[in-house]
């Protein structure tokens, strides 16, 4: 896990990335859902209720991530298997990407924007 402050001239961001290096995201959700690519299992796991677990109730730390994210302009960067989903709120774009080689595990990176500095 990482985390920290990142500023550009008159931009600040917080950017906050974790690595699990544990069972994908596709992997977790083939059992559950029906989708046709490593891709579609990550946006799948974006949506409210969606969740790896067998028994308890779950599928909501993405999607408040999502949403926190949605509501002020962050950016979301989700690598796992063999899928890729980044998304830009600000502008809404979405680059959905098969990955050159295979990661066994997740990566998730955000980046929040933070109040522009002002000119003094």
């Known amino acids: 896990m990482y985390g920290g402050l990142w500023e550009k001239k008159h931009r600040r961001e917080i ?41 308890r109730p779950g599928g909501l730390g993405l999607f408040h991530t999502f949403d926190h994210l949605k509501q002020h302009g962050g950016t979301l960067t989700i690598i796992s298997g063999n899928g890729q989903v980044i998304r830009y709120f600000k502008n809404k774009k979405i680059i959905r990407q098969h990955n050159k080689r295979r990661l066994n595990g997740t990566w998730c990176m955000v980046r929040f924007p933070l109040m522009e500095k002002t000119m003094s």
């Open 15 to 55: 950017h906050v990335g974790m690595l699990d290096m544990g069972i994908t995201i596709p992997t977790k959700l083939k059992p559950k859902y029906d989708a046709k690519s490593d891709t579609d299992y990550i946006e799948l796991a974006l949506r409210e209720g969606t969740t790896t677990r067998r028994e």
